[in-house]
């Protein structure tokens, strides 16, 4: 194949990893800046969408696009649910100690992964796409779906955008992360906002598991890498920042596909991380990060 | 189910020892696991199965194979009068695990064999482990490595035919059939490259070539970027992968190829406990797959093949009885039963009584040099090489019709047969 | 009146001649899991210099592990390097490869850090598979068996014996835990633990704060080379999951939940959780769930863990 069309196909793989990887990074920064927590089973809440999609078309009357609908609003409210909970349970009660959450949230993570082999098997399960249209190039076919994706990504990033910066909820958060205690002091809820703010980062992390079933299928272990990714994305772009979140998951999505073109793929992945490790360590504060409040 | 609920019980009564014993440790160390060994009346099958981690749908089937299988052996008296107990651990596909279990095995349970693991890199780690413990151990494995003598003289794998001898019995017909020149898409590590290797040189003397090879890391979820890589003037691509991405890759490789593409040769590997009639999968049509042991109950089914399935509770679409969403790892799974009644022959062989006849049990295992079908052995007749511990059967070329596996050839053993690479006899014990 | 430091001494000696004396009463397979959880402990005590005493929370210490296996390992394998000298040899590599990541990785601090230590492990693991014709890769190598030996003081010392096994463990265990005592309980320790309460204070009062910690996380990825080194060479076996997430994971683990900053707590962690994983994967898959109810508990209640716990409760001294 000619250069311009593999560079072509790169860009659209590399865009609809950046848009997964935005989503669910978005939800661990938005976690992390304001609760100052690393939420270690995040992962699980990306795999929990991916088999609460499962469910929902293997369980639910009707069309692949109606059951696809269904699992995009169910699963999510699910999974927030859960965090909920497990905000309730555990991470009330350990004072959101940044180490002890680590801990705490490894066990969840081992539970709910295990929790799942158990109900849900060890087998890989696919879910159809809503639509499987094909657009034909010269040179390659493309699934629409995968474009779906990127798209369902821009709104929702954009609603997220409104809300945290136009609504009340969103000005209790920012307030919430800039100081807790003054936050406290002026009589904002903090255990609710952290809970909700625990339960939209899990959502959202959720949404992107729903999204990728159709390319990905569902499977126990799949929550495993894109915690990795998200944790990288997350750093790189700037604790709590999300316009930065956004540009570096854009930057390591897009990268990484360019980057496994010209080099072998295990190569490729050496150089990509070793790249984000060296950026961390000459700008610790993140690429788009002003230095983090301590 | 008699036996497979006599085993979970003796099994969890063994872990409640073993949890008093872990209580006591430090308390009175004397009186730990004593209990747990002894021997003569019953013979100890230890069955490290991937119950969790990557190979855990692997593991899953396999468990229920052997316990099938051990089910009717003590139904039929047991072995030399001896009836026996198998003794399950989780691995977790995890090498280093595998080598703890099997020590597990061999110190606190005092198997008199260890068999059924599957993935490459446990075995790989464990069968030097199982040799220093003397500790014969039966592989259900498909890697080359045994016959290409880097493992010991306690290992053998006596069923299911090694990924070399698979390649090889391929080749003859992919060239006369689909096309000489391949694209070769395979996982980047060990398995893979036992794809490559062997598939290059069989193809090669076949009179075709290898015009690309495409490694995939196995953490790879996302495939459509390496399939630029595929040369336009390819005739057939050749492709072998594992792991839970394996919908993905042929889906996209639709999506990238559309219907004009070249032809497509498969390993049953990558769809293994995946039904082949989804949506999904629909790219798959017409094109062509290995099976060890066709999945799918053919027009010529065989009475053996018949029973298997029944004894493991496997309908005629390789699925679970009662579940056609639960497909089997038909392709694997008979290794497991096939293995157990081959270890049976060894006892049976050299009238072995217990863990001091181990030696006595390896050397008749090495002095078999075939098995017959059966309903022992339902995969096909088999010949065992002694020197080198593997077995070769028969393998089929299955054709996807209609989402089913439809079988359009079966090879003789003797395409699947290569040289000897090593003669474990010659080694010591 | 005893002074504390030396209460802690005399138990870390019962300590360690409990463990001598165990091999001649506990059945075989008992002195193999503990000969295992020996060389794990010796992990968790270089994590514990690190995490629990100076308060730098690495994800990537399997690398280090994995330097130690793999240098000594290799050097073995390739060279028949005598084992003595392969182990020597490890240690020197894990000693180079954490003064290494040290110099790049203490540019950063807390959650960068973490991610830091993280990726160069990740890279690690990774170079480990694409080096493959040399490492095995995912198959990992298995030691020859006439380098499973090897002559010492004028003994022949044979690694396929359980007992050379367990003294040889033993003997190094009890090096690294006399050697962690030694400076835990020093000046140095002193100072370690003057990072972890208040850094910018420590330097303030006028020490290098930057340095301290540099020695620390040195001191700390040696050990757990040695460990690595003395996990391949014993058990003849390398492989690259040792390199792998999981295996950062579990001195982390081991450490919290026997007690961060205490000098037993990883040996107790490290006991109790292989204990259990190993006790409870027999009868049940679900015991990764046990280990994760375990973990959240253990926050929940005993969030200094085991030893933490009893010394501050009952015992200030058991430090």
């Not at chain 1, 657009?135 to 409104?162: D, E, H, N």
């Not at chain 2, 493992?151 to 070399?164: A, E, G, M």
């Not at chain 3, 390398?238 to 205490?262: C, H, K, Q, R």
Request: contains cysteine; neutral net charge.
């Amino acid at each position: 194949m000619d250069l311009a069309p593999f560079l072509l196909l790169a860009a659209l793989e590399g865009l609809v990893q950046a848009s997964v990887l935005t989503l669910t990074a978005l939800g661990l920064s938005i976690v992390f800046g304001v609760m100052r927590v690393v939420n270690v089973a995040h992962g699980e809440f990306f795999m929990l969408g991916a088999v609460g999609a499962y469910v929902c078309a293997s369980l639910l009357p009707g069309p692949a696009w109606l059951t696809f609908a269904g699992a995009l609003v169910m699963a999510p409210l699910c999974v927030g649910a859960l965090a909920i909970l497990a905000d309730w349970a555990m991470l009330k009660r350990i004072n959101y100690n940044p180490e002890a959450t680590i801990v705490s949230t490894i066990g969840l993570m081992y539970i709910l992964q295990q929790m799942t082999l158990i109900t849900f098997g060890p087998n890989a399960q696919a879910v159809n796409p809503p639509f499987s249209y094909t657009i034909r190039t010269p040179w390659f076919g493309y699934s629409s779906y995968k474009l779906f994706i990127v798209l369902v990504t821009i709104v929702i990033v954009i609603a997220l955008w409104q809300l945290l910066r136009k609504s009340r909820i969103g000005l209790l958060m920012r307030a919430t992360q800039y100081d807790k205690d003054t936050a406290q002091n002026f009589g904002i809820p903090v255990a609710r906002v952290y809970s909700g703010v625990f339960a939209v980062g899990a959502m959202l992390a959720a949404i992107a598991g729903v999204l990728i079933v159709p390319i990905r299928q569902a499977d126990y272990l799949m929550g495993h890498d894109p915690l990795l990714l998200s944790f990288v994305v997350v750093i790189v772009g700037g604790i709590g920042s999300i316009p930065g979140t956004i540009a570096a998951a854009i930057l390591i999505g897009m990268s990484d596909g360019l980057l496994s073109v010209m080099l072998s793929p295990t190569l490729a992945k050496i150089a990509s991380t070793l790249l984000v490790a060296l950026v961390l360590v000459f700008k610790p504060e993140g690429l788009f990060g002003k230095s983090a409040r301590q | 189910m008699d036996t497979k609920r006599k085993g979970l019980i003796t099994t969890r009564r063994g872990a409640l020892r073993g949890m008093g014993a872990a209580g006591l440790l430090l308390a009175a160390p004397g009186l730990v696991g004593r209990a747990v060994a002894q021997s003569g009346d019953i013979i100890r099958l230890g069955a490290p199965f991937h119950r969790t981690g990557i190979g855990a749908s692997y593991g899953r089937w396999y468990e229920q194979t052997a316990n099938a299988a051990v089910k009717l052996i003590n139904e039929a008296g047991g072995i030399n009068g001896m009836q026996v107990e198998m003794i399950v651990e989780d691995d977790g596909t995890d090498p280093a695990r595998g080598v703890q279990v099997m020590e597990k095995f061999s110190a606190e349970h005092k198997v008199d064999a260890v068999f059924g693991h599957l993935f490459s890199h446990v075995v790989a780690a464990t069968a030097a482990r199982a040799g220093e413990l003397k500790m014969p151990y039966f592989i259900c494995s498909e890697a080359h490595t045994l016959a290409a003598g880097a493992l010991n003289r306690y290992v053998f794998q006596p069923s299911i035919t090694d990924v070399k001898s698979q390649v090889i019995s391929m080749a003859p017909w992919i060239s006369q059939n689909l096309g000489k020149k391949v694209t070769l898409i395979y996982p980047d590590f060990a398995f893979g490259y036992d794809h490559r290797d062997n598939f290059t040189a069989a193809i090669a003397a076949q009179g075709g070539s290898i015009v690309a090879n495409i490694a995939i890391p196995p953490t790879e979820t996302s495939f459509t970027r390496y399939l630029p890589q595929i040369p336009a003037d390819t005739d057939v691509i050749y492709h072998v992968m594992v792991g839970p991405a394996v919908l993905t890759f042929v889906k996209e490789l639709g999506d990238y190829l559309g219907s004009s593409g070249p032809k497509l040769f498969g390993f049953m590997d990558s769809l293994e406990a995946v039904r082949t009639d989804i949506e999904a999968l629909s790219f798959l049509e017409g094109s062509y797959f290995w099976e060890a042991m066709p999945r799918y109950a053919q027009a010529n089914q065989t009475e053996f093949d018949k029973f298997f399935r029944e004894k493991v509770g496997v309908d005629a679409s390789g699925a679970a009885v009662g579940d056609e969403n639960d497909v089997s790892t038909y392709s694997h799974m008979f290794s497991v039963w096939e293995t157990l009644f081959a270890m049976k022959q060894a006892m049976e062989l050299s009238g072995y009584k217990g863990p001091d006849q181990k030696q006595a049990m390896l050397e008749a295992m090495e002095s078999i040099t075939s098995f017959a079908e059966s309903n022992e052995f339902p995969q096909g007749d088999k010949v065992f090489n002694g020197k080198t511990h593997q077995s070769f059967g028969h393998q089929n070329i299955s054709k996807v019709v209609s989402g089913k596996l439809e079988v359009v050839y079966r090879t003789t053993i003797e395409e699947t047969l290569y040289e000897d690479e090593v003669d474990y006899t010659t080694m010591s014990f | 009146m005893m002074s504390p430091s030396k209460k802690l001494l005399l138990l870390c000696l019962a300590v360690l001649a409990v463990l001598f004396l165990l091999q001649f009463v506990m059945p075989s397979y008992f002195v193999l899991t503990l000969t295992r959880i020996m060389i794990f402990a010796i992990f968790a005590m270089g994590y514990n210099l690190l995490m629990g005493y100076t308060g730098l929370l690495s994800l990537g210490h399997a690398m280090f592990f994995a330097v130690g296996l793999y240098a000594s390992g290799l050097a073995s394998y390739y060279w028949g390097l005598p084992l003595f000298w392969s182990f020597l040899f490890g240690i020197a590599a894990s000693a180079a490869a954490s003064t290494l990541i040290a110099f790049l990785a203490l540019k950063t601090q807390t959650v960068a850090f973490m991610i830091v230590t993280l990726m160069f492990s990740q890279v690690a693991y990774l170079s480990i598979l694409q080096f493959s014709h040399v490492t095995g890769g995912d198959q990992g190598l298995t030691l020859p068996p006439e380098s499973r030996s090897f002559g010492f003081l004028g003994m022949t010392l044979d690694m396929t014996s359980e007992a050379t096994r367990y003294n040889i463990a033993f003997v190094v265990f009890a090096a690294v835990l006399l050697l962690t005592y030694a400076v835990t309980k020093g000046p140095f320790g002193r100072l370690l633990i003057a990072v972890r309460e208040n850094e910018s204070r420590t330097e303030m009062l006028g020490f290098n704060t930057y340095v301290i910690k540099l020695v620390a996380f040195v001191l700390s990825g040696t050990i757990s080379g040695v460990a690595g080194a003395l996990n391949g060479l014993i058990f003849g076996y390398i492989g690259s999951s040792s390199a792998d997430f999981g295996n950062s994971i579990e001195p982390l683990l081991f450490t919290l939940v026997g007690g961060a900053g205490t000098l037993l707590g990883p040996l107790v962690g490290t006991a109790l959780m292989t204990l259990l994983i190993d006790r409870l994967s027999g009868f049940t898959t679900a015991y990764l769930i046990v280990i994760g109810i375990i973990l959240i508990v253990m926050t929940l209640w005993l969030p200094k863990g085991i030893l933490g716990t009893v010394r501050d409760r009952w015992a200030k001294w058991l430090n």
